[in-house]
């Protein structure tokens, strides 16, 4: 599955108070993909579904929701790799997670011929910079793959930020390496096994583009 075509880089990240950043060829700090669309996005759902759950409720749920994506993309990575992925404890949350892991591989890996790289980093020079979980060929077509964990399968108008995050990292990847990717695959697995796979190219594709370049512009106004 794994093959080498693209020499991928290893980007520094650093931690501020803006959020993730990483460094450029220059070495100066440019914001991750997932900062600028945080601090670009509508909160306005999630300030309302905290005040209703509770702070501290709402702080065990994303501990636990980040815990359990954590395991499902590290799991995901070493069966690329062909590592030792199987390794999960007995506890209800590390089993949830093999549950989780060996659905995407059997749904979701099944429909990509080759991947390229794994937690790839990548770069658009002085403007933004983030990891994409694979890239590789998805149903004949190269195509940024990111690995999805939910409590619930989303309605495909509700993921709109990971379509436009999956577009940032083409154009970077397009602009590193002269390619031309222009597929975006969103693998999403949800707690009761349930896998559901969201594409975007074509028209679709650019249209993306465009609200990204829009997110982008706006951070770089704030």
């Known amino acids: 599955m794994l093959q080498s075509k693209y020499d991928y880089p290893d980007l520094k ?47 065990r749920i994303s501990t636990e929701s980040a815990g359990l994506g954590t395991k499902v993309h590290t799991s995901l990575e070493k069966y690329i790799l062909e590592e030792d992925w199987d390794s999960f404890g007995t506890n209800v949350v590390s089993q949830l997670a093999k549950t989780m892991t060996m659905e995407m591989i059997d749904k979701g890996l099944s429909k990509v011929d080759e991947i390229y790289g ?14 994409s979980d694979a890239i590789g060929m998805y149903e004949g077509q190269e195509t940024v793959i990111d690995f999805k ?3 619930k399968i989303k309605k495909r108008e509700w993921i709109n930020d990971y379509f436009m995050q999956g577009c940032a990292y083409a154009l970077a990847h397009n602009e590193m390496f002269d390619s031309d990717i222009k597929k975006v695959a969103i693998l999403m697995v949800d707690r009761e ?15 993306y583009c465009q609200l990204w370049s829009g997110r982008l512009a706006d951070y770089y106004s704030l």
């Open 13 to 59: 990240r650093i931690q501020t108070k803006e959020g993730r950043k990483y460094t450029d060829g220059t070495g100066e700090p440019v914001p991750s993909v997932t900062t600028i669309l945080s601090a670009t996005s509508d909160k306005t759902a999630l300030i309302a579904w905290r005040k209703r759950v509770g702070d501290a409720e709402a702080n």
């Open 118 to 131: 794994v937690e790839v980093g990548l770069l658009a020079e002085g403007l933004y910079a983030g990891t």
């Open 149 to 151: 964990t939910s409590k």
């Open 193 to 207: 096994g349930n896998f559901q796979d969201f594409v975007i190219e074509g028209n679709e594709f650019d249209e």
